[in-house]
């Protein structure tokens, strides 16, 4: 991961706008077979999330908490690229309104 890093880095469009969040590059700098299966882990299941939860916001009955799980996971995009996903998101989110109603 450190040699991608280091690599990419500078052909970022925006300075400052890494690839890979400080705080991530910090404690994962040299993956273990296990951090490579658990981080594997987590992208399917935002995969998985982003699949499943245009279906669950059509139930009323988990409506609420599809809202909530789709909240969560834009802030958690918006935490990792703000600048590039900051408009999206806040749309993304926005528009769970049109479900609440």
């Known amino acids: 991961m450190d040699y991608a890093y280091t690599q990419l880095k500078d052909q970022l469009p925006y300075r400052r706008q890494n690839a890979i969040p400080g705080v991530v590059l910090r404690h994962t700098g040299n993956l273990t077979p296990r951090d490579i299966r658990l981080w ?51 749309l993304t989110v926005g528009s769970y309104l049109a479900f609440t109603g």
Do not use: M
Request: glycine letters at 6%; aromatic letters at 8%.
């Open 40 to 90: 594997r882990l987590v992208a399917f299941t935002v995969i998985a999330a982003e699949i499943v939860l245009p279906i669950v916001l059509l139930i009323p009955r988990t409506t609420p908490y599809a809202v909530a799980a789709g909240i969560t996971l834009h802030a958690g995009f918006t935490l990792l690229k703000p600048r590039q996903l900051l408009t999206f998101s806040g």
